[in-house]
């Protein structure tokens, strides 16, 4: 007999377990993203970014809507940038997505982040 699978969506035999749940169990980057620093630090992200998404503000728009906090360097290549400010940008979810995907140039990013932290360009 078969079954939908509740972790993956495939359908496998009622017999076989299914790893998917272990993978994310195994991510020490869940682990990260839900201590108290990590929370502590992207409200203050958001705070300094003044609540706005910071690739929209370099267009003259203002976003306040679903702001999260992109690190720029994955935390799972780099956990000991996890709190960095200048590995950090308040963005929308729109532009999250996209830096995911690497439609948003990683320098560009971080150009943002020195600009929010030193107040300069340079």
């Not at 994310?24 to 630090?41: G, P």
């Not at 706005?52 to 690190?71: A, P, S």
């Not at 729109?94 to 982040?113: N, P, S, T, V, W």
């Amino acid at each position: 007999m078969y079954k939908s699978c509740s972790k993956c969506g495939k359908i496998h035999d009622s017999n076989y377990r299914c790893n998917k749940s272990r993978i994310y169990a195994q991510d020490h980057t869940r682990e990260l993203r839900n201590t108290y620093d990590w929370i502590k630090k992207s409200l203050e992200i958001r705070e300094r970014s003044n609540y706005l998404c910071e690739v929209c503000k370099q267009e003259n728009i203002y976003t306040y809507d679903n702001l999260e906090v992109h690190h720029i360097v994955k935390i799972n290549e780099d956990d000991t940038r996890l709190l960095d400010n200048y590995n950090l940008v308040c963005l929308c979810q729109e532009h999250h997505k996209k830096a995911d995907r690497g439609e948003i140039d990683k320098e560009y990013l971080f150009k943002l982040a020195k600009i929010r932290e030193d107040g300069t360009d340079t």
